[in-house]
Antibody
């Protein structure tokens, strides 16, 4: 059974940093591109970042470019999102999601984690 | 940047057919994916590549895409279909953005 489990969310002050993790199991993690998608309270879905299976290709939404860094450790079956210079508007549930396609040509996201809440507030 | 436009809400009686649209400039040239999200839960992929269904998704869910509009059709709607639905595309022309529509709340009357 495919499972994605996010962790690392919490309350952080504006300007602070946080590192999210996503532990994958039930599939060959190293064969899939992965994504982070967020959802602000009461709002819609927003794509944040994608990373290819070998980390060769990485993409970011304009809203997080220069502040967030996506990475992965295929040996540990884990995906990460380092978030720096956090702002109030980064407050959201952050989901990791597996891509049916590739980071270079994304398709649908067929498995999602349960999400981890990040709250940026003083 | 590429914009996907969905109606905020759609209402349908049980047993009827719901159609949720997703508008975008020449969206027919892109692959459209659809997600269902129930309150407090993660999204679930219900249609990908315009009209394919992942395993486990009922045949009642179907999709089409042409011109400037993609459509998710839910036949024989059930109370359990009440949820938010989001369309998604990959905009290869604008710095590799993955774009979601604003979402449509499906209400089963």
């Amino acid at each position: 059974e495919v499972q994605l489990v996010e962790s690392g969310g919490g309350l952080v002050k504006p300007g602070g940093s946080l590192r999210l993790s996503c532990a994958a199991s039930g599939f060959t993690f190293s064969s899939y591109s992965m994504n982070w998608v967020r959802q602000a309270p009461g709002k819609g879905l927003e794509w944040v970042s994608s990373i290819s299976s070998s980390s060769s290709y990485i993409y970011y939404a304009d809203s997080v470019k220069g502040r967030f860094t996506i990475s992965r450790d295929n040996a540990k079956n884990s995906l990460y999102l380092q978030m720096n210079s956090l702002r109030a508007e980064d407050t959201a549930v952050y989901y990791c999601a597996r891509d049916l396609g590739t980071a270079m040509a994304p398709r649908g996201f067929d498995y999602w984690g349960q999400g981890t809440l990040v709250t940026v507030s003083s | 940047s590429y914009v996907l436009t969905q109606p905020p809400s759609v209402s349908v009686a049980p047993g009827q057919t719901a159609r949720i649209t997703c508008g975008g400039n020449n969206i027919g040239s892109k692959s459209v994916h659809w997600y269902q999200q129930k309150p407090g839960q993660a999204p679930v992929l219900v249609v990908y590549d315009d009209s394919d269904r992942p395993s486990g998704i009922p045949e009642r869910f179907s999709g089409s895409n042409s011109g400037n509009t993609a459509t998710l059709t839910i036949s024989r709607v059930e109370a359990g279909d009440e949820a938010d639905y989001y369309c998604q595309v990959w905009d290869s022309s604008s710095d590799h953005n993955v774009v979601f529509g604003g979402g449509t709340k499906l209400t089963v009357l």
